[in-house]
């Protein structure tokens, strides 16, 4: 760890990782704790010390076993001619490989096994990460039976616990996994071309995989996305209008000089990325570790198409929510939020709900106080958490009334419905298009306008709120006059966001002032 700045040292000590942990980490664990383009060469600079660290372990002492060679010479990465694949790991997959080794040394590793879970983790992984590297470098295009044939032959070098022992052949079982997980996955263009116009040039690939010749050089590795060949892909148009709301078209094109060219460059890639990311919604569970990999590579793309003029605030959630259907998961709105306010820090999400139950205790003093609400004594949780609701807007008062078929201003944050009462025909006569909360007797409701969105358990009725603002910042919607006091209050307390000058209201200003008094 010498050769790593003061800023790497000191994250990786926060996260109590030592250097015994280090010769573990995947790319993927080094970009979950160095996230972004800023530190590209923090990532380097971890990744080549994790390497050297398998290579001075791969070295042993005079007259010593040479069994410690078998565990690092084996490479993670599998270099064919394009595009580049990378072997999937993941700290529990490393620790029994560690395993299997340090039995090996001992003469039994016969006894180490990969467990069918961790097996089936490895195969769906694997060609999840293959396929998505493969449509990023084409499209519609889908890995070869050589490229499946080396990443077999790379697995059970890197994994030797999964060789077939019953077999002449090691890897073949290995390659016929990959195949059927790749034999499930639908091809995008089936339903769209009708076998009579047009032959199914989708399953040339895979019919041309026979008659490549297949070297038996596996000394290949697995893809990595940010380096895959760039080709040219636009996003599918959601308006056919010539103010078409898509990702690219949202951007400036006018810039025609040397700069441009790498502009266009980094918005055909992000393009591939919007498309790969659309291909895997179509499947039923989609992979969420690599959907937020891929939002985090399309972001930029992403926020210059949401807060673009191009659409309008009332259409807004529904052309998002049909262009992004993760967003209707609350984990990705989160995710999204920690990206537009603090995209550095990964402890953003569990911090910014620390700050909230810190908040969240003292208010009900301050309400108290100030004769807001009375003391929850008798009440359950779910009316206590109602309680508390409804007088946030009292406490943290805006200067603007809410509308009269509104009534409360606390109905412009959530509504707990009645026996009698029906979701639908609520959002119908709702006043308002901001997001709400709807509370039933098993579960809540988040819609947006007259839109339901996604539902979550009752039990996290308390994080509401938060749910709400990120769906403000997700969707990049405007705070209602009658709780912008409220949520002004919100953005700067609780998610650490600052505020701009022309939102510094006299409303706002009075409201946080005796709020820092109290807490004082």
Not at 174 to 180: D, F
Not at 311 to 335: G, S, T
Request: hydrophobic content about 35%; overall charge neutral; proline content about 6%.
């Amino acid at each position: 760890m010498d050769k790593l700045d003061d800023v790497s040292i000191a994250t990786l000590r926060a996260a109590n990782i030592g250097e015994d942990l280090l010769p573990s980490f995947s790319r993927d664990d080094i970009k979950d704790l160095f996230p972004g383009p800023e530190n590209f060469l923090r990532r380097r600079a971890i990744w080549l010390v994790v390497n050297n660290d398998e290579k001075v372990r791969a070295s042993p002492p005079t007259g010593g076993s040479d069994l410690s060679k078998d565990k690092a010479s084996t490479s993670k990465f599998v270099t064919l001619s394009n595009p580049e694949y990378i072997v999937f790991t993941d700290s529990e997959l490393e620790q029994v490989r560690r395993s299997y080794f340090e039995q090996k040394r001992l003469g039994t590793e016969h006894s180490v096994a990969l467990s069918k879970e961790l097996f089936c983790r490895l195969i769906r992984n694997t060609m999840t990460n293959m396929i998505s590297i493969a449509r990023a470098t084409e499209d519609c295009r889908y890995p070869t039976k050589h490229e499946v044939n080396a990443m077999a032959k790379r697995l059970v070098e890197y994994y030797p616990m999964i060789k077939d022992r019953s077999s002449n052949s090691d890897w073949e079982h290995v390659a016929k996994k990959l195949m059927k997980r790749l034999s499930n996955v639908r091809s995008p263009w089936k339903a769209k071309v009708p076998p009579s116009k047009k032959p199914r040039q989708d399953m040339e690939v895979s019919s041309d995989v026979s008659t490549t010749d297949y070297d038996g050089d596996s000394s290949a590795s697995t893809i990595i996305l940010e380096r895959s060949p760039i080709s040219p892909m636009g996003i599918p148009v959601l308006d056919p209008s010539p103010r078409a709301s898509t990702p690219l078209q949202s951007q400036d094109s006018s810039d025609e000089t040397s700069g441009s060219a790498d502009f266009m460059d980094s918005q055909k890639t992000q393009a591939r990325h919007y498309k790969t990311l659309q291909e895997m919604y179509k499947s039923k569970k989609p992979n969420k570790a690599a959907i937020t990999h891929l939002l985090n590579l399309e972001f930029e793309s992403r926020r210059c198409f949401i807060t673009s003029d191009v659409l309008r605030e009332q259409d807004r959630p529904a052309k998002i929510l049909e262009a992004y259907p993760c967003f209707r998961e609350l984990d990705h709105v989160l995710d999204e939020l920690q990206r537009v306010i603090q995209p550095t820090n990964s402890q953003y999400i569990s911090e910014m709900k620390s700050r909230w139950e810190t908040f969240y205790s003292k208010v009900q003093f301050y309400g108290v106080m100030k004769k807001a609400m009375k003391p929850p004594k008798t009440l359950n949780e779910v009316e206590h958490v109602t309680a508390v609701f409804r007088a946030l807007p009292l406490l943290f008062s805006s200067s603007t009334m809410p509308p009269k078929k509104l009534g409360l201003s606390s109905e412009a944050l959530f509504h707990v419905l009645t026996t009698s009462e029906d979701p639908d025909g609520f959002l119908r006569q709702r006043p308002l298009s901001c997001p709400v909360v709807i509370v039933s007797e098993g579960n809540c409701m988040i819609a947006i306008g007259n839109m339901p969105v996604t539902t979550f358990n009752i039990e996290r009725f308390n994080e509401g709120l938060l749910y709400l603002m990120a769906y403000y910042y997700a969707l990049h919607l405007t705070y209602p006059k009658c709780i912008s006091t409220l949520l002004s209050v919100l953005q700067t307390e609780i998610l650490q966001d600052s505020i701009h000058e022309q939102d510094l209201t006299p409303s706002y200003k009075k409201a946080i002032g005796k709020w820092k008094s109290f807490i004082e």
